[in-house]
C-alpha cells in the first residue's frame, strides 16, 4: 500500500495526519513492542508483515494475527483507545516499511475527522472478528483439520516449503510436541515427507479433505 492510496480516502484533516506521520523502516526480526510497553503511536504497515504474539507466564507462545499490508495493529489501537500498555508483543516476520501516527495526532484525527475515524474503526472491526474466528477455532477445532489448512496454506507457492514444528505450534497455539506427533502422522499415511526445518507436500488434496472438516 503506499501513502497516496491511504490518503484518497480521507478528508483534508485525515491527510494532514497522514502528511505528519513518519515512514519508518523495520529490519527482519526486529521487536516492535513487548509486552508491558507503553503504547504512544499508530502504526500502519506499508509493506511488510507484523506477526503479533501473545505469551503465557510458562513461555507458551500463540500466533494471535499478522498486520500486513494496508493494516493497522488492533492491539496498538486498543491500547491507545484505553491508554493501556501492550498485553502482547510483535515481531517484524520481514523487513517492513510503516507510518508512525503519534498518540496526539491519531486522537486529533478520531476527533476532527470523520473519514480517518472510519479508516482506524473498519480496520479495527474488521480485526476483532478475526481474533473471535481464531479463539473459535482453538477452543472447538480440531488440531488435524487446523493443522492441515496450515499447510495448505504454508504450500500455497511451493509444496516444499521451510517451517519449523514450533512455528507451526505457535501459529496454533499449541504444544510443539501435538504438531510434531499430527505431522508423523500425516507422514505415515504418505501425505507429506518431513525434512530438517522443512515439509513436502505429496498429496495435496488428502490434506484439503482433512483441512475442510473446519
Known amino acids: 500500500m503506499t501513502i497516496n492510496t491511504i490518503t484518497a480516502c480521507l478528508d ?3 491527510r494532514e495526519i497522514i502528511a505528519k506521520a513518519s ?3 523495520i529490519a527482519q526480526g526486529s521487536q516492535i513492542f513487548r509486552q508491558g510497553d507503553p503504547c504512544k503511536n499508530y502504526i ?13 507466564h ?13 493494516e493497522s495493529c488492533t492491539l496498538t489501537t ?3 483507545f484505553s491508554d493501556d500498555r501492550y498485553p502482547a508483543e510483535g515481531l517484524a516476520e520481514t523487513a517492513v516499511t510503516a507510518l508512525v501516527v503519534s498518540q496526539k495526532d491519531f486522537n486529533h484525527g478520531l476527533a476532527c475527522s470523520e473519514r480517518f475515524r472510519q479508516f482506524v474503526f473498519s480496520a479495527y472491526g474488521e480485526r476483532i472478528r478475526e481474533v473471535i474466528s481464531l479463539v473459535e477455532t482453538i477452543s472447538f477445532g480440531k488440531i488435524e483439520t487446523r493443522l492441515a489448512d496450515a ?3 504454508e504450500a500455497a507457492d ?3 516449503f521451510k517451517v519449523t514444528h514450533q512455528e507451526l505450534a505457535v501459529d496454533l497455539g499449541t504444544a510443539r510436541e501435538v504438531v510434531s506427533r499430527q505431522l508423523k502422522e500425516f507422514e505415515e499415511s504418505g501425505w507429506l515427507e518431513l525434512h530438517r526445518g522443512a515439509i513436502k507436500i ?3 488434496k488428502a490434506i484439503a479433505a482433512i483441512a475442510k472438516q473446519i
Do not use: N, W
Open 202 to 204: 505429496l498429496d495435496s
Open 151 to 153: 499447510l495448505l496454506q
Open 158 to 160: 511451493s509444496c516444499y
Open 12 to 14: 483534508p484533516v485525515g
Open 78 to 80: 486498543s491500547c491507545l
Open 58 to 70: 510458562s513461555g507458551r507462545e500463540i500466533l494471535l494475527y499478522r498486520v500486513k499490508s494496508g
Open 44 to 56: 500502519l504497515v506499508l509493506d511488510g508483515s507484523v506477526k503479533v504474539l501473545a505469551r503465557t
Open 23 to 25: 515512514q519508518i523502516e
